[in-house]
């Protein structure tokens, strides 16, 4: 029989009527029937509702304004308001996107690749609807479990446009976002976060996304944000190619103190991001918050460390670079590991980072304008694939929960077997979203054209895309 082999992963499949749930799973003493939408309603507490709205609230702000600062200052002065105006954008468009038909694309059953359109416009789901959880007898309110996915569905889009910042058009960007969300996020969140949920497994366990039901973990994002954004993005910087003057010319962040401001509420909303993953707030919750901070720490301190032996002096751009990296790092594993382990995970993902964002890039030459495959898709693929040797219990992780039996139990952990695992789905990301990714980059560029001229180039997005400046000489 299979299992699913998660405990504390990020979907769950919220549940409109009653004469859709299949049977609970089944205890020595006899078949458990699944619980009634009332009973549902007697088993949702206010003190996770709540944390999970507060969550909601804290990814928005990893967007908007956060997301938006952190690359707005490390761009030319010239270019500030286009990249503002992008991810704001961008989070308006998927957020009506995913009320429309993303969130049923991601979670509904019948197929392991994508879901279906039953809750197109969110047929179905009301204030008497309810979400699973990761514990069994807890639910939360559909609509809180809508909102949240909503903000990821938001930002990962977002993340990409670090990539090819300075240099690309405005409307054929929001017309990638909108193609690439429907055809390569809401697919792959669908494979790594959708499943039946704990009170509703029984000996058929089909009835989930392919990645989870191979057993791969991830706790908050690190293949369906991280790695996902960071292919897309290092495929759109290859194809729209480099920024002119790219090499020749000063092309340093223009405000350091903004991009400072950034890194700083992304990192407090990040706790929403991690420690609300877990749908509830508990225990794990807690784990999850803890973890997130320390390795974000140890990333930060780590980076700085190095450019110290390196350049004989640290920087602030290091700082904050390194603190992203461990960010993005432990999201994977955040609900996974301990404490201990996560400061371990945070050097090695500044020491990674680094080295991509150092020489491998200097190497190949390629324009990264953000460092956003430096940092989100090299840093999420080392935590991801971190995550199978952190979660072992051996090391004090949490490793994985069999939801087949009532009430869940853990499960025997193989470390070796689990990292391959990882890999798998690291490498089924990176397929997936590279090679869709690259499809849809060339078909817009052939069709409508990806970059503007060199001469509005030069002058700069923000007065040539939108007849603004940032600031009043």
Same mark, same amino acid.
């Given at each position: 029989m299979n299992t699913m082999r998660k405990l504390g992963l990020f979907g769950a499949l919220a549940v409109p009527t009653l004469a859709a749930l299949p049977l609970w799973?089944?205890?020595?003493?006899?078949?458990? *029937?699944? !619980? $009634?939408? *009332?009973?549902m309603a007697g088993m949702v507490d206010k003190g996770d509702t709540t944390w999970m709205l507060v969550s909601s609230v804290l990814v928005l702000m990893m967007s908007i304004p956060a997301l938006g600062l952190f690359y707005g200052g490390l761009v030319r002065s010239k270019n500030m308001l286009s990249v503002l105006m992008q991810v704001f954008t961008i989070v308006c468009i998927v957020a009506v996107i995913w009320v429309i038909y993303g969130y049923s694309l991601t979670f509904t059953g019948g $197929? !392991? #690749?994508?879901?279906?359109? $039953? *809750?197109?416009?969110?047929?179905?789901?009301?204030?008497?609807? #309810?979400?699973?959880? =990761? $514990?069994?007898?807890? #639910?939360? !309110?559909? #609509?809180?479990?809508?909102?949240?996915?909503?903000? =990821?569905?938001?930002i990962t889009p977002a993340l990409i446009v670090g990539a090819f910042a300075e240099r690309i058009k405005f409307w054929p960007l929001m017309l990638f976002s909108v193609l690439w969300v429907t055809a390569v996020y809401f697919p792959v969140a669908h494979m790594v976060w959708y499943w039946a949920g704990p009170d509703f497994l029984s000996d058929n366990t089909a009835d989930a996304g392919l990645l989870w039901g191979m057993g791969a973990l991830d706790f908050a994002g690190g293949t369906v944000v991280h790695i996902n954004a960071g292919i897309a993005g290092l495929v759109g910087c290859l194809v729209i190619g480099k920024r002119v003057g790219f090499g020749k010319e000063n092309m340093a962040p223009h405000s350091l103190t903004m991009t400072m401001i950034g890194a700083a509420l992304l990192w407090?909303?990040?706790?929403?991001?991690?420690?609300?993953?877990?749908?509830?707030?508990?225990?794990?919750?807690?784990?999850?918050f803890i973890n997130t901070f320390v390795a974000t720490a140890a990333a930060a301190l780590a980076w700085v460390l190095i450019e110290q032996i390196k350049h004989g002096r640290p920087s602030l751009l290091g700082a904050v670079t390194g603190a992203l990296a461990g960010l993005v790092a432990i999201t994977p594993a955040s609900g996974f590991a301990t404490p201990m382990t996560s400061i371990l995970l945070g050097i090695a993902a500044a020491a990674a980072c680094f080295f991509f964002v150092s020489f491998v890039k200097s190497k190949l030459k390629y324009d990264d304008t953000l460092d956003v495959f430096g940092v989100h898709c090299v840093g999420g693929i080392v935590g991801a694939l971190a995550t199978g040797i952190v979660a072992d219990p051996s090391l004090g992780g949490q490793g994985w929960y069999d939801y087949t039996v009532f009430p869940a139990v853990a499960g025997a952990y193989d470390m070796g077997a689990q990292v391959m695992t990882q890999i798998k789905a690291v490498a089924i990301t990176l397929a997936w979203s590279g090679i869709v990714s690259y499809i849809l980059f060339k078909g817009i560029d052939l069709i409508f054209g990806l970059r503007p001229? !060199?001469?509005d180039e030069r002058q700069g997005l923000d007065q040539t895309s939108h007849g603004e400046s940032a600031y009043n000489m």
């Amino acid at each position: 029989m299979n299992t699913m082999r998660k405990l504390g992963l990020f979907g769950a499949l919220a549940v409109p009527t009653l004469a859709a749930l299949p049977l609970w799973a089944q205890e020595a003493a006899g078949p458990i *029937k699944a !619980p $009634s939408i *009332k009973q549902m309603a007697g088993m949702v507490d206010k003190g996770d509702t709540t944390w999970m709205l507060v969550s909601s609230v804290l990814v928005l702000m990893m967007s908007i304004p956060a997301l938006g600062l952190f690359y707005g200052g490390l761009v030319r002065s010239k270019n500030m308001l286009s990249v503002l105006m992008q991810v704001f954008t961008i989070v308006c468009i998927v957020a009506v996107i995913w009320v429309i038909y993303g969130y049923s694309l991601t979670f509904t059953g019948g $197929s !392991p #690749y994508i879901g279906g359109l $039953s *809750k197109m416009f969110l047929a179905g789901v009301g204030t008497g609807t #309810y979400a699973a959880t =990761f $514990s069994n007898n807890v #639910y939360i !309110p559909e #609509y809180a479990f809508v909102i949240f996915q909503m903000t =990821f569905a938001c930002i990962t889009p977002a993340l990409i446009v670090g990539a090819f910042a300075e240099r690309i058009k405005f409307w054929p960007l929001m017309l990638f976002s909108v193609l690439w969300v429907t055809a390569v996020y809401f697919p792959v969140a669908h494979m790594v976060w959708y499943w039946a949920g704990p009170d509703f497994l029984s000996d058929n366990t089909a009835d989930a996304g392919l990645l989870w039901g191979m057993g791969a973990l991830d706790f908050a994002g690190g293949t369906v944000v991280h790695i996902n954004a960071g292919i897309a993005g290092l495929v759109g910087c290859l194809v729209i190619g480099k920024r002119v003057g790219f090499g020749k010319e000063n092309m340093a962040p223009h405000s350091l103190t903004m991009t400072m401001i950034g890194a700083a509420l992304l990192w407090v909303g990040w706790f929403g991001f991690n420690a609300g993953s877990n749908l509830e707030a508990n225990g794990l919750t807690a784990l999850a918050f803890i973890n997130t901070f320390v390795a974000t720490a140890a990333a930060a301190l780590a980076w700085v460390l190095i450019e110290q032996i390196k350049h004989g002096r640290p920087s602030l751009l290091g700082a904050v670079t390194g603190a992203l990296a461990g960010l993005v790092a432990i999201t994977p594993a955040s609900g996974f590991a301990t404490p201990m382990t996560s400061i371990l995970l945070g050097i090695a993902a500044a020491a990674a980072c680094f080295f991509f964002v150092s020489f491998v890039k200097s190497k190949l030459k390629y324009d990264d304008t953000l460092d956003v495959f430096g940092v989100h898709c090299v840093g999420g693929i080392v935590g991801a694939l971190a995550t199978g040797i952190v979660a072992d219990p051996s090391l004090g992780g949490q490793g994985w929960y069999d939801y087949t039996v009532f009430p869940a139990v853990a499960g025997a952990y193989d470390m070796g077997a689990q990292v391959m695992t990882q890999i798998k789905a690291v490498a089924i990301t990176l397929a997936w979203s590279g090679i869709v990714s690259y499809i849809l980059f060339k078909g817009i560029d052939l069709i409508f054209g990806l970059r503007p001229t !060199p001469d509005d180039e030069r002058q700069g997005l923000d007065q040539t895309s939108h007849g603004e400046s940032a600031y009043n000489m």
